[in-house]
């Protein structure tokens, strides 16, 4: 059999120009073609006087291998030096420039929030090039994990008995330097001052995260990154961000992102929509996401903008058939005139108070006797105090919304794009 051997030896002709290193239909000229239609100032990007000290670097040159190199996953400076010199789309992207890894980690760091403003530009493009339409939005979310560990959150009581344990050591710490003074002997300075410095600096790091909690109004607050809250994914449960995302139904482009420490998407919903709105500089249509959204009172702000909401109920989510049940809320009638349920069997159950915390009312049998003597006992309820019935706040929004839901078939035009946002979001 025959083999298909390579030679190191044969001569061979590089292309004369690096242009000729990529073909025409190369994906990367697509990041060149991009970076170059942008505007450095309006996203932020420090651009210095190119006639004062020694040359830098081309801004735009910077901002095409850190974008290109994230849309490999590539986060590490180091990584994305090594590709200038041996992949052939890096060098033909940064025209032969070889920039060392301290160089692209500066640059990062002096424009984390351009880099961001970058997005918003990218679908102002899009619009313009009608690859977005911004008729119809999807919205999703997905936890991120933050650079800190879980058992560094603590809470505000452990906070502070563990500031008590660290004052009482820097005293005895003081009580003993003092001795060894009086004494001129045994013990060592060195370890004592070290351990002193540490003490200190502990000390520090706990005050700052106890002003942290008291300003944000938190529970419990992680020593290591204070903005980072404890989420549960798919991965278990770790010190991280939830990071949302905004696409357009006709190409799946993003439309705008956003990082929240908010452990789940319940209240998310119309704030991110009105974000999108923002980048696109119009409303939106329609406006789509998974049940993790479905939360009445937070819809309704972006129904009553006229916006067609589109996100289904927890029950429809499950996408199993629910057994017909001849004693389930569908079955009583709702007295609008006297604010009352009226029962299958023609009783009626009256407002018994509403939860402020649940935005919900709560109705009751009349009387509970009512119940326990009706031949339903024990189907339409077990209750003691007999049936009750929660009515929300916005229940006739709901019931709405219910009406619009429709298959999501769309979504995974987000579920492909989160893949690539997560390393964006990570700079």
Known sequence: MLYKTGNRNQISMFPSTIDEYVSETDPVRAYDA??????????????????????????????????????????????????THHNMSFIWLMGGLQPDHKTIARFRKDNKDALRKVLVQLSRI?????????????????????????????????????????????????????????????????????????????KEKISNALEHLKKESLTKVNLTDNESVNMKGRQGSHAGYNAQVVVD?????????????????????????????????KKCETACADAGYSNAKNLKKT???????????????LHKPSKENPFSKEHFTYDKEYDQYICPEGNVLRLSYYSKVREQYRYRMVDTSICKDCKHYGQCTRNKRGRSIRRLKDEKQKRHWKNYMKPMRDRKFIKNEKKRLSYLLAI
């Open 34 to 83: 991009f970076v170059e239609a942008l505007s450095l100032d309006e996203a932020g990007i420090k651009v210095g006087n190119p006639n004062v000290g020694s040359p830098a670097y081309d801004p735009k040159s910077m901002l095409k291998l850190l974008l290109y190199g994230y849309s490999y996953g590539w986060r590490s400076s180091r990584k994305l030096e090594r590709a």
């Open 126 to 202: 899009c619009i313009k090039l009608n690859l977005i339409e911004g008729s119809t939005l999807f919205l999703d979310g997905t936890k991120i994990r933050g650079n800190a560990s879980i058992n560094q959150t603590r809470s505000q009581a452990w906070l502070e008995i563990k500031l008590e344990e660290i004052d009482k050591r820097i005293e005895e710490l003081f009580v003993e330097c003092d001795r060894i003074d009086n004494m001129e002997n045994g013990g060592s300075f060195v370890e004592m001052s070290d351990e002193l410095s540490n003490q200190k600096k502990l």
């Open 249 to 281: 139904e006709k190409n799946g482009l993003i439309v705008n992102t956003d990082v929240v420490n908010i452990n789940t998407d319940f209240n998310q919903f119309s704030k991110q929509i009105e974000l999108a709105n923002d980048v696109l500089e």
């Open 303 to 317: 129904f009553d903008n006229n916006i067609t909401v589109i996100v289904p109920s927890q029950k429809q989510a």
